[in-house]
């Protein structure tokens, strides 16, 4: 079975800290996709990275960076100096391929940053 | 902006109401989803339509009716529906209704907002 688990519910930080969002997946394929998406209160889920199972390199983009690491099956999401523009709720999905595309998302955390 | 574009944002219904949710893009996908999300819930599929044929019906009730006119349009019809009903329907469009050469990234729009009375 696939399962992706968020711990954290939410999170509130003072702009400019760091902060981490925490993401597991179960699954039993050895060949899989993991993303996060960011909602804000607009509604949109927007894309922010995907990963496969193959590449566990670490990715930064700007402010963003995400840890892939297969031995604790998780895929964490870091914010460096966090501005009041990143509170939403980010998910973290998992994907099997080959088959119909069937994200499985994790129960959101909602981030938010005050100034 | 969004390229993945619903219509109308905001609903109020009745139970014994006709509507309809539109969705629309232009990113020349070929799969389009039915996305539904209650507060502080994740997304959960009902519907993905690949080149325009249903490929998948997660168990959704016959109050809910898809219609994929062509590639760029995704509809959703609804009738008698609950008040339990009532949530975000977010529309999405991927490459293909597969999960293979793109990962399954799928672009989502801003949902539409139902209220149901």
């Known amino acids: 079975a696939q399962k992706v688990t968020q711990a954290q519910t939410e999170i509130s930080v003072v702009e400019k800290e760091d902060v981490t969002l925490d993401c597991v997946y179960e699954?039993?394929?050895?060949?899989?996709?993991l993303f996060w998406y960011k909602q804000p209160p607009s509604g949109e889920l927007v894309f922010l990275i995907r990963r496969n199972s193959f590449d566990e390199q670490n990715e930064i983009s700007g402010r963003y960076s995400w840890n892939f690491q297969k031995s604790t099956s998780s895929f964490n999401f870091t914010i460096t100096a966090s501005q009041v523009v990143d509170s939403a709720v980010y998910f973290c999905?998992?994907?099997?391929?080959?088959?119909?595309?069937?994200?499985?998302f994790g129960a959101g955390t909602r981030l938010a940053v005050h100034p | 902006d969004t390229e993945v574009t619903q219509t109308p944002k905001h609903l109020v219904m009745g139970m014994t109401n006709k509507k309809s949710l539109k969705c629309e893009q232009h990113?020349?996908?070929?799969?389009m989803y039915w996305y539904k999300q209650k507060a502080k819930k994740p997304p959960e599929l009902m519907f993905v339509y690949s080149y325009e044929k249903l490929s998948i019906n997660e168990s959704v009730p016959s109050r809910f009716s898809p219609e994929c006119p062509n590639s760029s349009l995704l509809n959703l019809h609804l009738h008698a529906l609950q008040p339990e009903d009532s949530a975000l329907y977010l529309c999405?469009?991927?490459?293909?209704?597969?999960?293979?050469?793109?990962?399954?990234?799928?672009?989502f729009g801003e949902g539409s907002r139902l209220t149901v009375l």
């Open positions: 699954t039993h394929d050895t060949t899989y996709y």
């Open positions: 999905a998992l994907n099997r391929p080959g088959g119909y595309n069937k994200l499985i």
């Open positions: 990113m020349g996908h070929r799969a």
């Open positions: 999405a469009s991927s490459q293909d209704g597969t999960s293979g050469a793109s990962g399954g990234e799928l672009f």
